[in-house]
């Protein structure tokens, strides 16, 4: 049996099993999930939502429409690069993040 339990919160809704949290929202036409345990529990996972959804509004200029999303995918793949890596938090700083990714060279794009 699976146990399960859903929050809602301002960022998104949060859902917990055992020992692993699943924080997750909905930006347009996409949903975003964030899935972590031990050292990533749902405060810090939401601070992860908060950032990679920041980050794709600014990639798109606006909430994404699915050809949006499908439009900017390399841009966004990039961005989401310099958020986690190796799936650890890496940077969750928008100019930064911005700034890393214009370094990445055109032929990446």
Same mark, same amino acid.
């Given at each position: 049996?699976?146990l399960?339990? @859903?929050?809602?919160n301002?960022e998104?809704? %949060?859902?917990? &099993?055992?020992?692993? /949290?699943?924080? /997750?929202?909905?930006?347009?036409?996409?949903?975003? /999930? *964030? *899935?972590? #345990?031990?050292?990533y529990? &749902?405060?810090a @996972?939401? =601070?992860? %939502?908060f950032?990679?959804?920041?980050?794709?509004?600014d *990639?798109c200029? #606006?909430?994404?429409t699915?050809?949006l999303?499908l439009?900017?995918?390399?841009?966004?793949?990039?961005?989401?690069d =310099?958020? %986690?890596w190796?799936? /650890? @938090? =890496?940077?969750?700083?928008?100019?930064? %993040?911005?700034? @890393?990714?214009?370094?990445?060279?055109p032929? =990446?794009f």
């Amino acid at each position: 049996m699976i146990l399960a339990v @859903l929050f809602a919160n301002s960022e998104g809704n %949060i859902l917990v &099993e055992q020992s692993v /949290y699943i924080v /997750y929202t909905v930006l347009g036409d996409v949903n975003v /999930y *964030v *899935v972590g #345990k031990d050292g990533y529990d &749902e405060l810090a @996972l939401a =601070e992860v %939502i908060f950032v990679i959804t920041s980050a794709v509004k600014d *990639v798109c200029g #606006k909430l994404p429409t699915e050809r949006l999303f499908l439009d900017k995918y390399r841009r966004i793949c990039l961005t989401l690069d =310099e958020i %986690i890596w190796k799936g /650890y @938090l =890496e940077n969750t700083d928008k100019d930064r %993040i911005r700034r @890393l990714v214009r370094l990445k060279p055109p032929t =990446e794009f």
